[in-house]
């Protein structure tokens, strides 16, 4: 066996250290909110002095900036499924079990709903998973208008009303998996298929 | 012309500047959360001396326990649609038109994002606000039961989980009309119904 190289065995500690806090972050964040949360408080949860932590990252804006960060990448990895095989409604479920499966994590749903607080008082952190939510809206909605031509759905669908029922399902979903934690999301699935295949009026065509 | 009785002109004023109260402490609430905001900010909000405020309302907890009671007032009167005309899928969207319509007061829909926040850290004001959801939740399973035994939705369908997805979507939907302020509810209206029916698979019967 070759021993990886050595510049990345050098970037490997690294890395660990930047997920540690950013996993430590999260969990302060969905806590107490990410301005109730101090730099403090995320030094603590991530077991590091502030020297060492400020390494890393100089502010807590730096911080936020590299959770939407990661955000971003976990949203682009989702909307793949809009490329996959199966009607639009097959591959809208298939991004949704994605989706919902990182509602699992108590990290990722309880930051969710203080990135919903954010955008509703229009801070500057909302602004930005707002950007975000408009990335992932964008790419569905295409998705959806070349459904639309290939005949799935019916043409006179009204895209962006059944696109806001999506997504308030998508978050709702977020938030009351965090809740009912002993709902299976296997068990969700049927449900899924079958609400989306009326919301787009697939039976119509 | 008759006056009203010398009781009820008393009272009325008193009436009048609890409601002002309230209603300026959601407005707090919404904006700094339950915990951020404090009693100075509400008396800055309700325009009111802290001796006069601290007259109607002797702490925090006393006036999240009204907003709590009127959240439950409101919530109770949404229910009453349950024992309307129609299929349960009528009943149900009727409710939910109701209390959507709630949600595009800023006041009463951004408070449920902090709602929300609570319940997921678990604290007295979360667990005051998921017995209100235990009371709605029970009165909708009732509901739907009693479609089942009439016969208009499957025998074997699963009441938990669709009551757990009816749930997520009015979550949704109610967190979302806020970010959307320009989506009609009549335009929603004909979605919801498609969905509730899907959901509780009525065609199926």
């Known amino acids: 066996m070759t021993p ?10 690294a890395d660990d250290r930047r997920r540690q806090i950013l996993s430590a972050a999260r969990a302060c964040f969905a806590r107490a909110g990410f ?9 603590a949860e991530a ?5 060492a932590l400020y390494r890393y990252f100089p502010s807590k804006d730096a911080i936020i900036e590299a959770i939407a960060e990661e955000e971003r990448a976990g949203a682009v990895a989702c909307l793949e499924h809009l490329r996959g095989p199966g ?16 509602a699992r994590d108590p990290e990722s749903g309880g930051l969710m709903i203080e990135i919903c607080s954010e955008s509703l008082r229009n801070t500057a952190v909302g602004a930005r998973f707002c950007e975000l939510e ?13 459904a639309r031509e290939r005949g799935e759905v019916p043409r006179d669908l009204d895209l962006d009303i059944a696109l806001t029922m999506i997504f308030s399902f998508g978050d709702g979903l977020m938030m009351r998996l965090q809740f009912e934690r002993d709902v299976a999301l296997e068990a969700i699935e049927p449900h899924l298929r079958r609400i989306l295949r009326a919301l787009l009026r697939m039976d119509e065509v």
């Open 134 to 146: 408009t990335l992932v809206r964008d790419r569905m909605r295409a998705a959806v208008e070349d």
């Open 47 to 51: 077991q590091m002095s502030p020297g």
């Open 87 to 102: 009607t639009i409604a097959d591959r809208l479920v298939a991004m949704a079990m994605d989706y919902l499966a990182s």
């Open 35 to 43: 301005h109730g949360a101090s730099m403090g408080q995320v030094c």
């Open 4 to 13: 990886p190289p050595l510049a990345a065995q050098a970037q490997q500690p």
